[in-house]
Structure formats: C-alpha cells, structure tokens
DNA sequence: CGACGTATACTCGTAAACGAGTATTCGTGA
DNA sequence: TCACGAATACTCGTTTACGAGTATACGTCG
C-alpha cells in the first residue's frame, strides 16, 4: 500500500525534514544535509536537488518566503515549509515506518542470476563479499560508539539498524559459503556441468520454462 | 566500486538474462519473467521495457536477429544476446555477488525522520509494521516450502535470502518495541515534550546542527 | 596586492523511467 | 456465429534524475 507521493523522491523527504526546522535556501539544505552525514546513505545529486524543489513548491508543499541577497553572492530564493508539506512529511513518516519495504534488492538479482557462473567463482565472489562486509559492519560499528557518546539514541538508531541488517547480510552468505565450500550444497556437480554444455538439468529446463503460471 | 553501466537498470540485468537462454521478442522476454515470478521482485514497467530493450541494442549489448510474423498479429522484432552482452551479464553478476550494496533503505529514512512523531505514534506504527512483517514472513515461508519440492535449491536461494532479511528485520523491530513499550528507551521524557515545544533539547541541537553551517 | 584555489549557488541539456493509450487478434461462451 | 474480454505487441508524451558546466565571491599565501 505504498501511496503514491506528489514528488515521490528520498531526497524530498530530507529536503522537507530540514526545512521544517527553518527557512532556508536550496544551497543550505544540501549543506545541512551533508553536515548530518545524510550523503552518506543518500547521495545529494545538484541536479535532483533543484528540481525537487522546485516540485515541492510547485505541489505547495514549500513556498517561496523572499530571497535574500548576502554580499554580492548571487541571490537565492528562501524557502519555508507549508501546513500540507508539514502534513505530508509526518503521513510520509508514518509510511515509512509501518509498511515493510518490497525494495528491489541488488544482492537478490544476483542471485537470481547466479546460476550463470560456475559454482567456484561463485564462491569465491561471495568470500569477497563476506570480506567487504566485515569491513563495512567493524567500520559502522565503530563510527555508532563514537556517535553514542555524543547523540541520543534516538538519533543512531538509523545506524543500529543499518549494522543490523549486514550482520544478518553477513550471517547469511557465511552460512552459504560453508556449505559450498564443504560440498555440501546440493547438486553441485549438475551445476559445475551445465557450464560446459551450456544446458539445465531437464527437470529444471521443464519448471524454468513456465511451470507456474499459476492462475 | 559499483561500476557505471551502458544500461544500468536491473531490468536490464533481466532481459539480458533471459535472452541469455534463447533469442526473443521484447514482449516474449516480459512474459518469460512474469512466469518466473520475476515481476514480484521487480515490477515490468512496459515504457521502461521497450527503453531498456533498445538500450541494450544502441550499445551492442543486444542485436537485431530478424523478425517474424505469427498470424496477422503485429510484426515484433527477435533479439539475440551478443558475446559483449554474454560478457556484460557475467561481470555484472560477479559484481552484484561480490559487492554488498549500500543502496537507500527506505525505513532507515523512516528511522531518521521518526523523531518528528510522538514515541506513541512511533510505538504503534512498528507495531504494525511488525505484523505485516510476520505475515510477509509466514507467506514467503510457505511458498518457499513450495518449491523446494519441484526446484533444486540453487534456484531458490534468492528467497531463501529475501525471508532471513525479513527475519532479521522482524527481530529488530520487536526488540526496539520492546524497549519503546517497556520505558527503557532512554530519554523518552524529553523526546515527548519536543512536541509540546517543537524545540530540540539544547545538547541535540548543537549536535544536529553540527556547527558547521557558518554564519 | 594580486593570483589562485575553494565555497557558493545555481542552470541547462540529456537521458532514463514511467504510465496511459492504441490497435490487433485469439478464444470462448451464449 | 458473433460479441466480448483477455492477451499480444507495442508507441508516445510527460516526469524525473542526473551531471557537467557556469559564474561569482571569499579567503589566503606569497
């Protein structure tokens, strides 16, 4: 039940977090959001920025509140927030917050294409991984204890969850990697084959074709 | 290191996966997905489709193999994957299975926004969220015991991965429901009464505000 | 004091994503 | 048998995303 949002974009959403909290021009949210580290999980492409600006005021969700000049910069456009673009931050919050994601995962089309490589490649790019991982979840984990010192739970908890989900992440393709490490994966050997011949296993060619239209 | 592609789209890592198996036509290649329930994962948008296909084509990945007629039905275009597409798809699934992906997770948004509502609100909407993943879990569960008795497991670890996610994030709302519920998230107090001020407790906003926006 | 690098503040054009619409044909039941 | 709905096979126009480019001002190092 993901509703459909006059400009639908994350970047709207974190332009209409920060400019809740005051005024500003299009430069200062990008700077403000970058001073929080949002760049991280949301890289603020310039481009994106000013068009959904743009939108937004367009949908009256911010509107223009004069411009001020400073020096003899160029002149910039300040924006506030409006009562519908308060209203469909806090809905937006809501959605997010109740309605499990149905997000296209990339790790799950590479599995779904897997089948393409031989078995041992496979493992070895899934130890790259399981590396890569640790790396990222030993580098989270330290930036969250020096945060928590600092900032409120509240705060990190964006964090947390992110470190969560790659120690499962990580879990997981170790759990995979043991088995076809130690051979015990199931039918490795049709695997290994199919690469020379270039052609499945007849019981899978037969249910990969179309056995479940399932209407 | 996620590497800029020609077409960069996972449908386009679709079509070239399907195409991989025998020449066809766009639509064809749609409903092939479809069959295998590729559309779950990732919606077929038809504009999207027809781009994607002569993307593919304009940078070699594809090529034009004739086109035949069936009836009076309209005439469609047969494609046939190249040897630079063959290679296309084998480095970009080596680079899906090696790289853990940092792509925007839409709750993590949600996480950093929640502050905006009452921990009440907050409390309630993961509790919904908590049901809806645990009807999600039990659906995926079932269908994946489904198919385990017709495919080999090769071929349905893409699911097996998509519910250990959803397991981990399940186990992640509940313990901070848990906290919510039962008082000890720390600092609840001052996170309520923000509401009543719609200021920030001193300490966070200079924090948040991170001194670094210089005026 | 002036040249140079960096921060500020955008604009514009390209390219991709998307959804609604169009037109034909096939199968099926009344 | 023929009307009607579902399936086939796209096209086209609108939005949206993006990145490279532009232009000015401020600080600073020699």
Same mark, same amino acid.
């Given at each position: 039940?993901?509703?459909?949002?006059?400009?639908?974009?994350?970047?709207?959403?974190?332009?209409?977090?920060?400019?809740?909290?005051?005024?500003? $021009? #299009?430069?200062?949210? +990008?700077?403000? %959001?970058?001073?929080?580290?949002?760049?991280?999980?949301? +890289?603020?492409?310039?481009?994106?920025?000013?068009?959904?600006? $743009?939108?937004?005021?367009?949908?009256? @969700?911010?509107?223009?509140?004069?411009?001020?000049?400073?020096?003899?910069?160029? !002149?910039?456009?300040?924006?506030?927030?409006?009562?519908?673009?308060?209203?469909?931050?806090?809905?937006?919050?809501?959605?997010?917050?109740?309605?499990? !994601? *149905?997000?296209?995962?990339?790790?799950?089309?590479?599995?779904?294409?897997?089948? &393409?490589?031989?078995?041992?490649?496979?493992?070895?790019?899934?130890?790259?991984?399981?590396?890569?991982?640790?790396?990222?979840? +030993?580098?989270?984990?330290?930036? @969250?204890?020096?945060?928590?010192?600092? %900032?409120?739970?509240?705060?990190? @908890? !964006?964090?947390?969850?992110?470190? +969560?989900?790659? =120690?499962? *992440?990580? #879990?997981?393709?170790?759990?995979?990697?043991?088995? %076809?490490?130690?051979?015990?994966?199931?039918?490795? !050997? *049709?695997?290994?084959?199919?690469?020379?011949? &270039?052609?499945?296993?007849?019981?899978?060619?037969?249910?990969? =074709?179309?056995?479940?239209?399932?209407?």
């Amino acid at each position: 039940m993901v509703k459909r949002r006059k400009v639908g974009s994350l970047l709207a959403l974190a332009v209409l977090s920060v400019v809740a909290q005051r005024p500003m $021009h #299009a430069y200062e949210m +990008a700077s403000v %959001l970058r001073s929080r580290g949002k760049d991280q999980d949301m +890289a603020i492409k310039w481009g994106s920025l000013y068009t959904v600006v $743009h939108n937004l005021a367009r949908h009256g @969700l911010l509107r223009e509140a004069g411009s001020d000049r400073q020096g003899g910069r160029p !002149e910039r456009t300040v924006y506030e927030i409006t009562e519908e673009g308060r209203a469909e931050l806090a809905d937006w919050t809501r959605e997010l917050l109740s309605d499990p !994601e *149905e997000a296209p995962r990339r790790f799950e089309a590479g599995l779904s294409v897997m089948a &393409g490589l031989p078995p041992e490649e496979v493992t070895a790019l899934l130890r790259r991984r399981l590396d890569a991982l640790q790396d990222l979840i +030993a580098a989270q984990r330290e930036a @969250l204890e020096r945060d928590t010192g600092g %900032l409120p739970r509240l705060f990190v @908890l !964006e964090s947390e969850y992110g470190l +969560a989900m790659r =120690e499962a *992440e990580a #879990a997981w393709t170790r759990a995979l990697l043991d088995e %076809l490490a130690g051979g015990t994966f199931p039918r490795l !050997e *049709e695997w290994r084959a199919f690469h020379g011949t &270039g052609r499945l296993p007849a019981d899978v060619a037969e249910l990969a =074709e179309g056995g479940r239209v399932t209407d």
